[in-house]
């Protein structure tokens, strides 16, 4: 008895070649997801460093702007250094503040605020700056 070709039934499924491509493909496409993710999570923890270093910038501005004309001098600046979480959480952290008086009138004092960090390579991360000027109350005009 012979086999008619025709009447054999047909090959269902895969093969190991369909199967190894298909395996290929997907651990390609694994790795790009997984090195999305990463990058995304990098962003993420750059930009609520920006964020952290900006309300510390923020902080120290308000605690220095409250202080009494006579108290706002470049020695009290000096002595301003980092919250502790925020020194811990921004790497390589540091504050610094500059006072100075400011041409014109009313007596102004002109005061600086910016905030440093290093980046996860170690390389500087732009800086945040807060400029503000504090007027004399007591002053009076000429």
Same mark, same amino acid.
């Given at each position: 008895?012979?086999?008619?070709?025709?009447?054999? !039934?047909? @090959?269902?499924?895969?093969? =190991?070649?369909?199967?190894?491509?298909?395996? %290929?493909? $997907?651990? +390609?496409?694994?790795?790009?997801?997984?090195?999305?993710?990463?990058?995304?999570?990098?962003?993420?923890?750059?930009?609520?460093?920006?964020?952290?270093?900006?309300?510390?910038?923020?902080?120290?501005?308000?605690?220095? !702007?409250? @202080?009494?004309?006579?108290? =706002?001098?470049?020695?009290?600046?000096?002595? %301003?250094? $980092?919250? +502790?979480?925020?020194?811990?959480?921004?790497?390589?952290?540091?504050?610094?503040?500059?006072?100075?008086?400011?041409?014109?009138?009313?007596?102004?004092?002109?005061?600086?605020?910016?905030?440093?960090?290093?980046?996860? !390579?170690?390389?500087?991360?732009?800086?945040?700056?807060?400029?503000?000027?504090?007027?004399?109350?007591?002053?009076?005009?000429?």
């Amino acid at each position: 008895m012979t086999i008619n070709p025709s009447t054999r !039934t047909k @090959r269902r499924g895969f093969g =190991l070649a369909e199967v190894a491509v298909s395996a %290929i493909l $997907l651990m +390609v496409a694994l790795v790009l997801v997984a090195q999305i993710v990463i990058g995304l999570a990098a962003e993420r923890k750059a930009a609520e460093q920006r964020q952290r270093a900006f309300q510390e910038a923020a902080n120290v501005m308000e605690r220095v !702007t409250s @202080r009494t004309w006579d108290e =706002l001098t470049p020695e009290y600046a000096k002595g %301003i250094t $980092l919250a +502790v979480p925020t020194s811990s959480a921004l790497r390589g952290g540091s504050v610094d503040v500059a006072i100075a008086p400011a041409s014109g009138e009313p007596p102004a004092k002109k005061i600086a605020v910016e905030v440093r960090w290093r980046d996860r !390579t170690g390389g500087p991360e732009a800086p945040v700056r807060l400029v503000s000027w504090v007027y004399h109350q007591g002053a009076t005009k000429p």
